[in-house]
T-cell receptor, first 116, second 117 residues
Framework: AQKVTQAQTEISVVEKEDVTLDCVYE???????LFWYKQPPSGELVFLIR??????QNEISGRYSWNFQKSTSSFNFTITASQVVDSAVYFC?????????????FGAGTRLAVHP | GAVVSQHPSWVICKSGTSVKIECRSL??????MFWYRQFPKQSLMLMAT?????????EQGVEKDKFLINHASLTLSTLTVTSAHPEDSSFYIC?????????????FGNGTRLTVT
């Protein structure tokens, strides 16, 4: 079975703090993709990153960074020096072959509130 | 970049009426589109996979006669909520991937907030 767990329901931080959003996934497939999406209050889903299971290199994009560790089945997302505009719900998602190649399985989401 | 347009953004309808939601890929072709549903403060749940020129594939527990899906062209899929009831009130969001680019991620529309009174 495929599953994505985001244990943190809500996180509240003050601007400029660093924050890490956790994501743990389950799959028996050896080939899979992991994603992070941002959903601001307006509702649209904004694609942030995609990682395939064969690429464990961590990635940094500006204030965003991602830590992929297959050993712990985790794909955590860190925002450095958070800003009010980062306030949103963040979803981690998994796509596998056996789960239906084009289907995304979403975690429950983590609601991040960044206060000035 | 790839854009998925969804219309309308929000709709209010009375119980018993039907509502059609459109999902268009604006600058790419999509043989497959996906319809998700999101209840307040919850995650997105896949309802069905829309296949161009053939029948949609529905997830378990989703009534195909209630949620009619039509994918008549490579750039348009529609979801019709038939005989809507208040419990159908939700946020519906579609997604699509560029069929011509195997590395393309899923792109999402802006969603449609449906309120049934």
């Amino acid at each position: 079975a495929q599953k994505v767990t985001q244990a943190q329901t809500e996180i509240s931080v003050v601007e400029k703090e660093d924050v890490t959003l956790d994501c743990v996934y389950e799959t028996r497939d050896t080939t899979y993709y992991l994603f992070w999406y941002k959903q601001p209050p307006s509702g649209e889903l904004v694609f942030l990153i995609r990682r395939n299971s064969f690429d464990e290199q961590n990635e940094i994009s500006g204030r965003y960074s991602w830590n992929f560790q297959k050993s712990t089945s985790s794909f955590n997302f860190t925002i450095t020096a958070s800003q009010v505009v980062d306030s949103a719900v963040y979803f981690c998602a998994l796509r596998t072959i056996s789960g239906g190649y084009n289907k995304l399985i979403f975690g429950a989401g983590t609601r991040l509130a960044v206060h000035p | 970049g790839a854009v998925v347009s969804q219309h309308p953004s929000w709709v209010i309808c009375k119980s018993g009426t039907s509502v059609k939601i459109e999902c268009r890929s604006l600058d790419f072709q999509a043989t497959t589109m996906f319809w998700y549903r999101q209840f307040p403060k919850q995650s997105l749940m896949l309802m069905a996979t829309s296949n161009e020129g053939s029948k949609a594939t529905y997830e378990q527990g989703v009534e195909k006669d209630k949620f009619l899906i039509n994918h008549a062209s490579l750039t348009l899929s529609t979801l019709t909520v038939t005989s809507a009831h208040p419990e159908d009130s939700s946020f519906y969001i579609c997604s699509a991937r560029d069929s011509g680019d195997s590395n393309s991620p899923l792109h999402f529309g802006n969603g449609t907030r449906l309120t049934v009174t």
